[in-house]
């Protein structure tokens, strides 16, 4: 089986520009999760879904960040407008109602 | 909030050594899951651990989740090169049915051919 599915793999933008990243979860997952991860904070929750739903934004850095599910089997991260502190990389992750999370392999993002 | 001391925060050894490293709460969790991340990659799943004092093998890896609840260890055993990357121990909260994991700062595993 396909795991969790991220686009693109790296992104470089100017400061000032919108962001999207893209997630497919696991086929079959109900939850969907997106976490930064940075060498000075590790691994944070920003938001994550269950049904398509969001449950818990409480990691959404601002304003500036936004998440969507459209679909079970489709989620985006937009940043808008872009930072050079949102460079980090951000991964999606996919479960089964459990606490077995399954990660995609991130997006690396640069903005300068 | 919740938070996770993991210790130590590296280790050198040489291949065939065994490696031991835990993860500590202030609270009480009653999930502990280990990952592994290498680099350019996203953390894969080691092991999960859903009872207090349940003890999981997982080829050479094996994980106990603690009698108090607040703490677990993976321990390695016969290390090889590909052992390589850093571990994180995340856990689960009792609060309010939340799914959210709490992640340690993980442990940089190097080892020494």
């Known amino acids: 089986d396909a795991g969790v599915i991220q686009s693109p793999r790296h992104e470089v933008t100017e400061m000032g520009q919108e962001v999207t990243l893209r997630c497919k979860p696991i086929?079959?997952?109900?939850?969907l999760f997106w976490y930064r991860q940075t060498m000075m904070r590790g691994l944070e929750l920003l938001i994550y879904f269950n049904n398509n739903v969001p449950i818990d934004d409480s990691g959404m850095p601002e304003d500036r960040f936004s998440a969507k599910m459209p679909n079970a089997s489709f989620s985006t991260l937009k940043i808008q407008p872009s930072e050079p502190r949102d460079s980090a990389v951000y991964f999606c992750?996919?479960?089964?109602?459990?606490?077995?999370?399954?990660f995609g392999p991130g997006t690396r993002l640069t903005v300068t | 909030g919740q938070q996770l001391n993991q210790s130590p925060q590296s280790m050198f050894i040489q291949e065939g050594e065994d490696v031991s490293m835990n993860c500590t709460s202030s609270?009480?969790?009653?999930?502990w899951l280990w990952y592994k991340q290498e680099p350019g990659e996203g953390p894969v799943l080691l092991i999960a651990?859903?009872?207090?004092?349940e003890l999981t093998s997982n080829g050479r890896l094996t994980a106990q989740f603690g009698i108090t609840r607040k703490d677990s260890f993976l321990n390695i055993s016969a290390s090889i090169p590909s052992d390589v990357g850093i571990y994180f121990c995340?856990?689960?909260?009792?609060?309010?049915?939340?799914?959210?994991?709490?992640f340690g700062k993980g442990m940089k595993l190097t080892v020494n051919p």
């Open positions: 086929s079959g997952h109900d939850y």
């Open positions: 609270s009480i969790f009653n999930t």
């Open positions: 651990l859903y009872k207090a004092g």
């Open positions: 995340a856990g689960r909260g009792r609060k309010g049915g939340s799914e959210k994991l709490v």
């Open positions: 992750a996919s479960s089964i109602r459990s606490y077995e999370q399954y």
